[in-house]
């Protein structure tokens, strides 16, 4: 009976191992399915942890570090492009998104927030998931779009003092040639009308 108990014993021992190792397993699985799927996503992806170290980052989020931080994986965020990481981890507010500018080495524009990772509700924040879009050429593009809006406002103004200008000088033409026409006009005077009518026109 001891023997049979033994066995038993070992054999509970030899299935709870069996089965720690098949979790750990599907657990490595999933880790790998995340961040392939993260490294899908064109955006910068960073998963910090409850003390605001980078625990995980995508290949654009690892990019824009560089940019916007000098930081890497396993170090801990103080500030994210001038801005104190704090703005975005506040946790009573709805996210906002906050623009990031990088000048150097060429001016980019970008656009990040912050999102509590919740392992069950009630719970303290486990975490966030800091996402970073870049906008720089979105940004351009606004720009352009607004300088020809500029330039056709102008265009449209420019266009309308030059009709009421124009009717300003049929008059002064047609008045012109009305007292070219009349009778008894001395010679200084009919060049001065004709000059006005040659002014107006040209």
């Known amino acids: 009976p001891e023997e049979v108990l033994l ?6 021992q030899v299935g709870t191992a069996a089965q720690r190792l098949h979790l750990a397993q599907e657990v490595r699985q999933q880790a790998q399915q995340l961040q392939q799927v993260l490294d899908t996503v064109t955006d910068g992806m960073l998963l910090l942890d409850s003390q605001r170290r980078i625990v995980l980052a995508n290949p654009a989020g690892r990019d824009y570090l560089k940019l916007l931080c000098q930081e890497q994986i396993g170090d801990a965020i103080e500030q994210i492009g001038g801005v104190p990481i704090g703005a975005f981890l506040e946790t009573n507010a709805s996210p906002t998104w906050r623009e990031l500018i990088v000048e150097h080495p060429e001016w980019r524009i970008f656009q990040a927030n912050a999102r509590p990772v919740e392992i069950m509700p009630g719970q303290a924040n486990a975490g966030w998931v800091l996402s970073i879009t870049e906008i720089t050429q979105e940004r351009r593009r606004q720009e352009q779009v607004q300088a ?8 449209r103004m420019a266009g309308g003092i030059a009709h009421d200008f124009n ?21 200084s005077t009919q060049r001065h009308v004709e000059r006005i009518s040659q002014e107006g026109h040209r």
Request: hydrophobic share 50%.
């Open 167 to 187: 009717n300003i000088l049929q008059g002064i033409i047609g008045f012109a040639d009305i007292v070219a026409k009349q009778p008894g006009l001395n010679e």
């Open 7 to 12: 066995l038993q014993a070992v054999a509970q």
């Open 148 to 155: 020809q809006e500029r330039l056709a406002a102008l265009g």
